[in-house]
Nanobody, 122 residues
């Protein structure tokens, strides 16, 4: 069982930046594709971005393209989400999730963290 843990969430003003981190416990990220998914209050989970285990071919949803950047450091066994130009509508719980599949669907990710809250004030 792969257990994930996110960190780096918090409160930020609109236009600000945050960097989230995701790391597994007791397991390597080797050969896992890792995604960031968020859920705003009263809304469905939204797939934001994904990076393959090699670091190649990151995928971004249109809603975050150009403002969010996913990266990974396989030596540190950590995946990051750099979020710039944050807006109040980016307020949500942000989850990292891992899968052996290269997919942009929420349901294709069997391993999840507990989530970290990001709140963007106007």
């Amino acid at each position: 069982q792969v257990q994930l843990a996110e960190s780096g969430g918090g409160l930020v003003q609109a236009g600000g930046s945050l960097k989230l981190s995701c790391a597994p416990s007791g397991h390597s990220f080797d050969y896992f594709n890792v995604a960031w998914i968020r859920q705003a209050p009263g809304k469905e989970r939204e797939f934001l971005t994904r990076i393959e285990w090699s670091g190649a071919s990151p995928y971004y949803a249109d809603s975050v393209k150009g403002s969010f950047t996913i990266s990974r450091d396989n030596i540190k066994n950590t995946v990051y989400l750099q979020m710039n130009s944050l807006k109040p509508e980016d307020t949500a719980v942000y989850y990292c999730a891992a899968s052996g599949l290269v997919s942009s669907r929420v349901r294709d990710n069997p391993y999840w963290g507990q989530g970290t809250q990001v709140t963007v004030s106007s």
